[in-house]
């Protein structure tokens, strides 16, 4: 299930008058903030009070400076300004971890995001995560999002895989909802999406029992990396 998915379902289970979304971290308390969850699913909003947020230029080859801004809808790495009074000052012996994470005033995330049109934040996953297959950037979440919306898939979760040719390419570790579900009928579900362009189309699907996850939900995605997996073998449907 993903963000919207499950803020839909809330919205429905519930019925919240007041539904709010707060987006931050132990470094710095509050990134964001949205008053009003349900009018966006999945929205993380605008920066809170003394709060300044960026989305610059997502790179694990080289330093990125704070300039390096993107557009409105183009995803990159979430950044946030540490004149914040939630700030931290930094890691604690850790100069390494100081090195990689603060920069000319600001704390790189590592988390993956964009802004709308309207200047609303959206988180999309980490960095770490990302995929570049062919040489092209593929980010987890968007092809988890789409495999999610199919009927008979009941949980979902996406990984790079090394490949001599591009590099590296995407794997869909599927919990399937009912029998009969196969590999062919999600990738023709892919293929036919209008919100996954074909290059991001999994090129090996695995049916599993469970996504490893943290217990707050996060995705264990190493996990997965180093096959800490139960892998299923579809049965046929009942006629």
């Known amino acids: 299930m993903t963000l919207g998915q499950l803020t839909e379902a809330c919205v429905k289970a519930f019925r919240p008058d007041v539904f709010v979304n707060h987006y931050g971290s132990t470094e710095i308390y509050t990134f964001s903030v949205f008053p009003d969850v ?69 704390y790189f995330t590592g988390d ?55 590099g590296e390419r995407v794997v869909a570790f599927v919990v399937p909802g009912r029998a009969g579900l196969t590999a062919a009928a999600l990738d023709r579900y892919c293929v036919e999406s209008a919100d996954l362009a074909n290059f991001k189309r999994p090129r090996r699907i695995v049916f599993v029992k469970e996504i490893p996850k943290t217990a707050s939900g996060k995705i264990l995605r190493r996990l997965l990396r180093d096959g800490h997996y139960v892998e299923i073998t579809m049965a046929r449907a009942p006629r």
Not at 112 to 129: F, I, K, P, Q, T
Not at 138 to 151: F, T, W, Y
């Open 112 to 166: 993956m995001g964009y802004l709308d049109e309207a200047g609303d934040l959206y988180v999309s996953g980490r960095v770490d995560d990302m995929i570049i297959g062919g040489g092209e950037n593929i980010h987890p979440v968007e092809v988890e999002e789409v495999l999610a919306r199919h009927p008979h898939v009941k949980d979902v979760a996406v990984i790079g895989e090394p490949d001599e040719k591009w």
């Open 38 to 106: 349900p009018s966006k699913p999945g929205c993380a909003g605008r920066p809170g009070v003394h709060s300044k947020l960026r989305v610059v230029v997502a790179s694990s080859e080289r330093r990125v400076g704070p300039e390096q801004t993107v557009p409105a809808g183009e995803k990159g790495e979430i950044i946030a300004s540490l004149d914040s009074d939630e700030a931290f000052a930094g890691y604690w012996r850790r100069p390494d971890a100081d090195a990689r994470a603060l920069r000319d005033g600001w």
